[in-house]
């Protein structure tokens, strides 16, 4: 495997459609997207709930550049649905609960929704998606191993739908699906394939480019894709995520590098933990998935950044992680 890792770094923002007065999602994704224009960097897309539309930079190396790249795709739709009448709304789930069907027309929309049922009908939720850039497939699974334990920090930092009683109502509508919740642990890249191959056959996925864990592979470039936060309130909080992320994957890859073995966690304890982080969010109380009981989620925040340090000063970038930090607790 290749040396350089986590050089690059993407993101996918979803966003919401609603109407201003009543807070009310609504289906108009397809005219929204009809007034925007992809550029060289930033594409827009169709989501599988037409009350919501996607919108994904091209890969970075300075998160500068990130952040604007964000801010432009940000405005760019907030104009587009502003001419439609609505309001573009960056949040894990919607305010208000739909009251029909959101599936969007299309083949593989209704693919999913024949698979699913009831689980789509109404599945609104958004998140912000972080691609890092892997050396190769083999490596991208081998540091999937190493970020597994810190997915439940990552998602109690970018809470942001709060519902019933939770930081992070997205992630319980999420964990509906088959096989939802961390990875488990994967020898190589043919392990991941036939893993998801057996569960296309078993009819839990609709098919090989389909899997509900909150962190795998890129499906066109070799990526990890993590799928865990939820939608960023602001370009800040994308920001964050980002350089987070890329982080323990550089983090990772030297362990791998380094020939450290995977942390041995439960995946009882980790489901545990990313439950635990979805009900209080980086307020309360969290899971330590090596200690294996409760702690403040300040806590493993405090643990990430210190483990993440090294990464973060090497790219200069230490100073704007705990200044962003700042502003999340």
Known sequence: MAAACADTVGVEEEFLLVDPASRRTVMRAAAVLGRVRDSGTTKFHAELAGTQVEAATGPCTEMTALGEALGHARAALTSAAAEEGLELLSRGT???VSTHPVVAPGARFHQVLDAYAGVVEDYEASGCHVHVGVPDRDAGVAVMNHVRPWLPTLLALSANSPDRGYA???M???SRFPGSGAPPLLRDAADYDAHVARMVACGTLVDTAQTFWLVRLGSKVPTVEFRV?????EVNDAVLQAALSRALVHTAWQDV???KEPPAVRDDVLAAAVWTA???GIDGAAVDPWRECRVPATALLDDLLETVAAALKA???LELVHGLVAGRV
């Open 229 to 233: 936060a939820d939608a960023a309130a």
């Open 94 to 96: 919607p305010p208000k």
């Open 257 to 259: 590098r380094a020939g």
């Open 315 to 317: 790219r200069g970038e």
């Open 278 to 280: 979805s009900r209080y």
């Open 168 to 170: 992070s109502w997205r």
């Open 172 to 174: 319980v509508l999420q």
